[in-house]
Each structure stands twice: as structure tokens, then as C-alpha cells.
């Protein structure tokens, strides 16, 4: 799907003969997952409850975290993490564009 996202700004979604969405990817993207994934390597050990503060654990084993944060806020968030917890890697993703979509399929689109 990378090839989707790099090429495509507009897409048609159809179900069936029915036409679940017409429009623009960003938009779509925006609209099904407000939020961006910060994916971190840690230099010591930390809690998912320690993280919690900074947005929405989606996984934690202590020296590895995936957090979901708001995106209007993922900068401030990220800011505020990285002065406050040793993280020793930091990247910052989309959520992929396949899972948009199958939540187009179950009809989370409105």
C-alpha cells in the first residue's frame, strides 16, 4: 500500500457496486484515524503507566513502546516525552493504510 499513499491523492473505495468513499486519501486518512504512532526504543525500563501521560499506550514491554497520540498534539506530545523519558530511538508513522481502509469496509466512514 505504500505505493497507494506515495501516488494517489484521491481514492474511490467500492463495496458490492456501492461506493463507500470518493475522495481525497489525506482527508480519509485524517478522518478514520485522528491520531499518529509514535514507535520507541527505550534506554531503561518503563511502565505503560508511566506512558500514559503522553498518549494512548497501544503496546509496552519495557524497553519498547507504541503510542497513539492525538495529531494536532503529536508534536507538543513528542516534545514532552523526549525530555522526560530516556528514549534512546523515536519514530513517527502513519497508521497504515490498510487498516483505514478496512475500517471503511466496516463502515466507520461516518
Known amino acids: ?3 497507494v499513499t506515495a501516488l ?13 468513499y470518493d475522495g481525497n486519501l ?6 478514520i484515524a485522528p491520531y499518529k504512532i509514535i514507535r520507541l526504543q527505550l534506554e531503561m525500563p518503563i511502565t505503560s503507566s508511566e506512558l500514559n501521560q503522553f498518549g494512548h499506550v497501544e503496546s509496552c514491554d519495557g524497553v519498547t513502546a507504541v503510542l497513539h497520540v492525538p495529531r494536532a ?4 506530545s513528542a516534545a514532552h516525552l523526549l525530555a522526560q ?3 534512546g530511538d523515536v519514530t513517527f508513522e502513519e497508521p497504515p493504510v490498510e487498516d483505514i481502509i478496512r475500517e471503511v469496509f466496516a463502515g466507520k466512514v461516518w
Not at 494517489?8 to 463507500?20: A, E, F, N, P, Y
Not at 498534539?73 to 507538543?76: F, G
Open 1 to 3: 500500500m505504500a505505493d
Open 8 to 20: 494517489c491523492q484521491r481514492i474511490i473505495v467500492i463495496d458490492k457496486g456501492h461506493v463507500l
Open 26 to 31: 489525506r482527508a480519509l486518512i485524517e478522518r
Open 73 to 76: 498534539q503529536a508534536t507538543e
Open 85 to 87: 523519558v530516556r528514549v
